[in-house]
T-cell receptor
């Protein structure tokens, strides 16, 4: 089985712009979770989608949003980018749900905001 | 709010030695405790996981010890190898809520 894929792998944006990141889960997995990873804050949960519905959300501002399509692929959008949004954005897929089941991570998208 | 505390922040071990990483959690609702291994430029990879109904789980050189009453769990890497050099994250989750420790950078010297 192919693993979790994320595109693009690297992205450079300017403050104030918006960005869309994409995640394709492992075939058959219906849950996709998004995380932000930074040296200072570690891995922080953004949100989780299951069957096109957001099931859970972390403590991030409304500039961070996401969606999931019927084929389980997911996108994450960040509007009005700030310097502090520079991070590695990871998605993870799971066959059932985020909480009590194995999550498999993609390689991440490295976002740099200048 | 840091719900999972991980220590040490960094660890240096000689080849063949035992690496031990510790985590403590606060939320007694957590019912799944995975460990992830992350190499530079890669996403975290699930290494081993345990549920609170067992006190120990072993997979190859990797062992999780779990102490429910103390709300602590640890990862032991036996016969540590240079290829084990990576960052390790513990996590704790209840349904739809996973929290990660801050990570431990392990260096295994040849």
């Amino acid at each position: 089985k192919a693993g979790v894929t994320q595109t693009p792998r690297y992205l450079i944006k300017t403050r104030g712009q918006q960005v869309t990141l994409s995640c394709s889960p492992i075939s058959g997995h219906r849950s996709v979770s998004w995380y932000q990873q930074t040296p200072g804050q570690g891995l922080q949960f953004l949100f989780e989608y299951f069957s096109e519905t957001q099931r859970n959300k972390g403590n991030f501002p409304g500039r961070f949003s996401g969606r999931q399509f019927s084929n389980s692929r997911s996108e994450m959008n960040v509007s009005t980018l700030e310097l502090g949004d520079s991070a590695l954005y990871l998605c993870a897929s799971s066959s059932i749900g985020q909480g009590a089941h194995e999550q498999y991570f993609g390689p991440g998208t490295r976002l740099t905001v200048t | 709010q840091q719900q999972v505390k991980q220590s040490p922040q960094s660890l240096i071990v000689q080849k063949g030695g035992i690496s031990i990483i510790n985590c403590a959690y606060e939320n007694t609702a957590f019912d799944y405790f995975p460990w992830y291994q992350q190499f530079p430029g890669k996403g975290p990879a699930l290494l081993i996981a345990i549920r609170p109904d067992v006190s120990e789980k072993k997979e190859g050189r990797f062992t999780i010890s779990f102490n429910k009453s103390a709300k602590q769990f640890s990862l032991h890497i036996m016969d540590s190898q240079p290829g084990d050099s990576a960052t390790y994250f513990c996590a704790a989750s209840s349904n739809n809520d996973m929290r990660f420790g801050a990570g431990t950078r392990l260096t295994v010297k040849p």
